[in-house]
């Protein structure tokens, strides 16, 4: 069964710009939620979808956006970029909500670069 | 909202050591606890979690840990470790989302 895909892998965009990252979940699973890993911050959680609808928020501006698509693949949207959205984005799929605490597979991330 | 704290955020061992890696959560009722790990360049794989029943949990490549709810700890455990170990390993509690803590990096010395 093939794993959570991420693309691109990595990006390099210049503040202002808005950049769209894409997640392909594991076959079957109908849950996708959106994590930011940064050296000072570690890994915190940005949004949760799940049946096409965002389930659950983070703690981040509204310029972090997402969406999920009928074959649950999401995308997530970050606008106006600034220099402190520089981070590795992670996805990661599980078979039902995170409220039913499924186990969450992660997908290999995407190296945002803000300059 | 739950939360997790790891003690330590750089650990170096030599090969052969014994491991332990501290996390205590905050939530003193009923919770769901992972420890992850991201080796050099990977991505973030499930060693074990601890939903209920027998407290020591054993998880993939010899890890161990250990739920004790009195001391709010879950603390994960190798008896031996290998080269191979070098990584980042990260403590983590769901209720709606994960919650990670800070991080461990761990390296191996040969």
């Known amino acids: 069964k093939a794993g959570v895909t991420q693309t691109p892998r990595y990006l390099i965009k210049t503040r202002g710009q808005q950049v769209t990252l894409s997640c392909s979940p594991i076959?079957?699973?109908?849950?996708v939620s959106w994590y930011q890993q940064t050296p000072g911050q570690g890994l915190q959680f940005l949004f949760e979808?799940?049946?096409?609808?965002?389930?659950n928020k983070g703690n981040f501006p509204g310029r972090f956006s997402g969406r999920q698509f009928s074959n649950s693949r999401s995308e997530m949207n970050v606008s106006t970029l600034e220099l402190g959205d520089s981070a590795l984005y992670l996805c990661?799929?599980?078979?039902?909500?995170?409220?039913?605490?499924?186990?969450?597979?992660f997908g290999p991330g995407t190296r945002l670069t803000v300059l | 909202a739950q939360s997790v704290s790891q003690h330590n955020h750089h650990v170096i061992l030599s090969e052969a050591a014994s491991l332990e890696l501290g996390c205590n959560y905050s939530?003193?009722?009923?919770?769901?606890l992972f420890w992850y790990v991201q080796y050099p360049g990977q991505h973030l794989q499930l060693l074990l979690k601890?939903?209920?029943?027998?407290?020591l949990v054993k998880g993939i490549k010899g890890f161990e840990a250990e739920f004790i709810k009195s001391k709010f700890s879950f603390n994960l455990r190798k008896p031996s470790v290998q080269w191979s170990d070098t990584a980042e390993y990260f403590c983590?509690?769901?209720?709606?989302?994960?919650?990670f803590g800070a991080g461990t990096t761990v390296t191996v010395r040969a």
């Open positions: 990661a799929s599980s078979l039902g909500s995170s409220a039913s605490y499924n186990e969450q597979f």
């Open positions: 983590a509690v769901i209720d709606y989302k994960l919650s």
């Open positions: 601890y939903f209920s029943g027998d407290p």
């Open positions: 979808y799940f049946s096409e609808t965002q389930r």
């Open positions: 939530y003193g009722g009923t919770v769901n």
């Open positions: 076959s079957g699973h109908r849950s």
